[in-house]
DNA sequence: TTTATTTAAGATAAATTTGTCCGAAATAAG
DNA sequence: CTTATTTCGGACAAATTTATCTTAAATAAA
């Protein structure tokens, strides 16, 4: 369904969001083992949620990484999903033929549209708030 | 969503059924073509899938791939999905985590739970045999 | 029986994704 | 200013998936 990477990079944020409602930063090592993913792989993906302007980063002791308060209730699952795996699983057909629309559709574009819009109003509609309060208050969890 | 290998063992299988229903045999190269697929590659993935016992191969001239005509009603997408992708779809964690359940779910499982089962309903409710005869009667198409 | 045809099987190779390593750059604090 | 800490960036490596190649086995027909 979704890259490692990307499972990675949701769980990284969901702790940065937990941490940054307590005005908190944290660094890459510290979420690689709450999230339980590879240090060096983690560090790739959330240099590249950074650039995307998802996470904020800050170098040098007391550095480490955060998210705008502000944020944290605006930024959708979609997202961080959108981020780092991009749009095909938004778009895409689901047997890979090289566009999808009803035009010209593949044998299961009719079922599968319907499964595709929802996932993707299921990750637009869910806030980083809602994920990261479902962690905090124990609800939740990232490791396993 | 699903692997490259089962993109094309889906596509290769509705075909193999449209031909079927016929009574007529197709052969690997054929089969390749129509579906716009690595003949090799293709190879090994019929190859799983009559090991599977979704299609039948008979080698030798008029040897190719036929599907019995009595199955085509019962096998479901759900079947080729399974045969090739395993039941990782239908049962793993959408963040990764080594198990799934409600005794301590991760971040996304109750939102992801609900897409999950939904399109495993949908796999278990369409048959080859619609499939094949939306592609039969020109409605959908293998290639673009 | 010989030949031509077609799938099976296993080894190999290419491409992509996942994961590691290391030096550079930034920066906070003594 | 110097040092320690932390992310950045690029090169590199391993693992997995995708794709190819070659030889064997089966089998239909001449
Ligand atoms: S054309 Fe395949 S899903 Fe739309
Ligand atoms: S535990 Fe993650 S989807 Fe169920």
Redo the contacts with the bound molecule.
Sequence with gaps: MF???CE?GIKATIYIAVKSMRHTRV???EIAEEVNS????T??I??SL?KSGIID?????????EIEESKIDTIKLHDIVHAIDGDNIFVGCGLGLKQCDATQPCPVHDKFVGIRENLKMMLQNTSLYELATGLDIGLTHLKR
Tied chains: 1, 2.
């Design positions: 890259s490692k990477a990675y660094s890459l090592k590879p240090v060096a792989f560090a790739k959330l240099q950074a980063s800050h170098k040098g002791p007391t550095g480490g990484f």
